[in-house]
């Protein structure tokens, strides 16, 4: 598998966190869940975009190395 298509299925991975969560959270709001959502769902789509621009550039060292050994 590319890294284009793994950083593809992080990004789906991530929607659909997003989307389960918005559900948990009609059935789970206490403080519990608050402290859950700030410390580990507010940070994910910034930690998400991020490895999807490293997981960019990796493709494209890995690609020069594969042209340089050809």
């Known amino acids: 598998m ?5 950083a593809s299925n992080l990004a789906q991975a991530a929607r659909e ?5 918005e559900e948990t ?8 869940s ?11 789509p ?3 975009e991020r490895a999807i621009m490293v ?6 060292i890995l690609k020069k190395i ?3 050994c050809e």
């Open 34 to 44: 608050q402290d859950f959502e700030q410390a580990y769902i507010d940070p994910l």
């Open 17 to 21: 966190l997003a989307h389960e969560w």
């Open 25 to 32: 959270k009609s059935c789970w709001h206490d403080v519990k």
């Open 2 to 6: 590319s890294v284009a298509a793994n």
């Open 46 to 48: 910034g930690q998400v």
């Open 55 to 60: 997981m960019a550039e990796i493709d494209l």
């Open 66 to 68: 594969r042209s340089d």
